[in-house]
């Protein structure tokens, strides 16, 4: 279990981390609504489209982080913040420093990376 200093560090710490996500996800789309270019040649275009493609992927890996995020908070808000779902034991602040993320402890996230792998996943 967690003390509630700990706690409030990686509330502190995914607090930020989301702040800073939504900002870039903003930003993202006011350049990219603002972006009225035109380019006659062919290679330009497809290296703009290429460009953009790039960072649109980006922000939709970053997306899926922010859910992860906004789900840790509510967890901490909980009091399940740093229990394993699988096995519902605590998940090490060593891998919740790492991954604050986290949903599983480290044996159970290598025993499900493992039945993937077997899974060909």
Not at 48 to 72: P, Q, T, V
């Amino acid at each position: 279990m967690l003390a509630k200093k700990k706690k409030e560090y990686f509330k502190n710490l995914l607090a930020k981390r989301l702040s800073i996500l939504l900002e870039e996800a903003n930003r993202t789309v006011s350049i990219m609504t603002d972006q009225g270019e035109s380019f006659p040649d062919p290679t330009d275009r497809a290296s703009m489209e290429s460009d953009r493609n790039f960072e649109l992927r980006i922000r939709d890996r970053e997306r899926r982080l922010i859910g992860k995020i906004k789900d840790a908070l509510d967890r901490i808000e909980a009091g399940t913040f740093g229990i394993c779902e699988e096995c519902g034991e605590d998940i090490s602040e060593q891998r919740l420093s790492a991954r604050p993320v986290t949903t599983l402890c480290i044996e159970c996230k290598k025993k499900q990376e493992n039945e993937e792998k077997l899974k060909g996943l």
